[in-house]
């Protein structure tokens, strides 16, 4: 009895100094996914969206409560994970992705600024050496997200995509930010970055025809997450970004629920 007594006192101790410490006392969790539901955006010409069904609610016939739900969805759409797959032909799947891919450090760059005064603004190198020039130079495996403004908007299609419609005609008159290819090689070969990601439906602006962006990010077998939420809540560094997408067997993509923990000052 004297030896559990012990055994339940270290447990209890060991729970209250890690309440306690510092290295948790100092830091919080933001939430940077949109639910998925009847609002989820995805990609004017998927023929589906997402679907939640119910299969069981209620009582059972021994009395107590039970819920049972199914859902549908297309990989991409909503916060999701580009694989390299996805433009990449011998590109990682999703479930072959590294967890060490998935997480770690992390930078928001704000470029707001010009991304809000034209929709079909290309992220630059010069925006992200302006954010060097306050902040440092990156550090090599550091996931960069763009805060371009355009979160504001989700889930309203119209203002988010650059146009209310769907189907195949709604392709031509998409118009919101995303990163330029040459910012992306850039981004790639001299910061060499683990992931990227922005609060827009795609890495590549809107009137892309070559995604090109999305050609030199996954072709270095490095991820994308887009419609990144809740940017506005971050600060540019002091940074631990954690994105865990659906372990999806051969994917080339799929939904996220992507964290950061932020150091508080």
Not at 19 to 32: E, G, I, M, S, T
Not at 204 to 215: A, I, L, P, R, V
Not at 240 to 245: D, E, K
Request: charged share 20%; net charge negative; with cysteine.
């Amino acid at each position: 009895m004297r030896l559990l007594t012990i055994i339940l006192f270290f447990l209890l101790f060991s729970c209250n100094q890690a309440d306690n410490d510092p290295q948790f006392a100092d830091r919080n969790w933001v939430d940077l996914t949109y639910a998925f539901d009847s609002a989820t955006l995805y990609w004017p010409n998927n023929p589906s969206g997402f679907e939640h069904n119910t299969d069981s609610k209620g009582r059972t016939p021994s009395g107590y409560y039970y819920s049972s739900y199914s859902i549908k969805t297309p990989e991409h759409g909503g916060t999701h994970l580009d694989a390299p797959i996805h433009f990449a032909e011998n590109g990682l799947t999703v479930d072959q992705l590294p967890l060490e891919n998935l997480t770690g450090n992390a930078i928001v760059i704000d470029v707001s600024k010009n991304a809000l005064k034209d929709r079909d603004y290309q992220i630059t190198i010069a925006d992200v050496e302006e954010w060097e020039l306050e902040h440092g130079e990156i550090k090599p495996n550091t996931i960069i997200l763009f805060k371009t403004g355009y979160g504001q908007f989700y889930p309203d299609r119209e203002k988010y995509f650059g146009t209310a419609k769907k189907g195949v005609d709604a392709i031509p008159e998409l118009h919101f930010p995303g990163v330029h290819p040459e910012t992306t090689q850039w981004l790639v070969e001299k910061r060499n970055i683990k992931a990227l990601g922005l609060d827009t439906p795609s890495i590549d602006y809107g009137q892309s025809k070559d995604f090109k962006t999305h050609q030199i990010l996954m072709g270095s077998n490095r991820p994308g997450f887009e419609n990144v939420a809740s940017l506005d809540k971050l600060p540019p560094i002091g940074l631990y970004v954690v994105a865990l997408p659906m372990k999806i067997g051969k994917g080339s993509g799929g939904p996220l629920r992507i964290i950061a923990q932020v150091q508080i000052d």
